[in-house]
């Protein structure tokens, strides 16, 4: 297995998306550990923000806060998983398929 620290995410995950295309990606070649610990950052904050919101009912602002650093954050956290998680070798003709 590599070293953690020289695993970087592979910029496949796709988030927040308008019909069946996305807006954005994860960005490959970021350091996995930088990846989660910013996942973490998002997740905290989404947290706060969805606390805010059961509690502020004049307004959705926070609710909608919480959900796009939600999905953010999970966009990180699915890319490292593609990372740590071996793919199968795949033949050049299935290579060339895709």
């Given amino acids: ?3 953690p620290s020289d695993l970087k995410t592979i910029g496949f ?11 954005f990606n994860v960005r490959a070649g970021i350091p996995i550990i930088d990846a989660l610990s910013q996942s973490s950052d ?9 606390e805010d919101a ?6 959705d602002r926070h609710a909608w806060a919480a959900h796009y ?10 890319d490292v998983i593609q990372t740590l998680i071996p793919r199968p070798a ?3 003709t299935e290579s060339e398929q895709r």
């Fill in 54 to 59: 059961a509690f502020i009912r004049d307004t």
């Fill in 42 to 50: 998002l997740l905290s904050l989404a947290k706060s923000f969805a």
């Fill in 13 to 23: 995950t796709p988030f927040l998306y308008n019909s069946d295309q996305a807006f």
């Fill in 90 to 92: 795949r033949t050049k």
């Fill in 69 to 78: 650093l939600t999905v953010m954050g999970k966009a990180l956290l699915d």
């Fill in 1 to 3: 297995m590599n070293n």
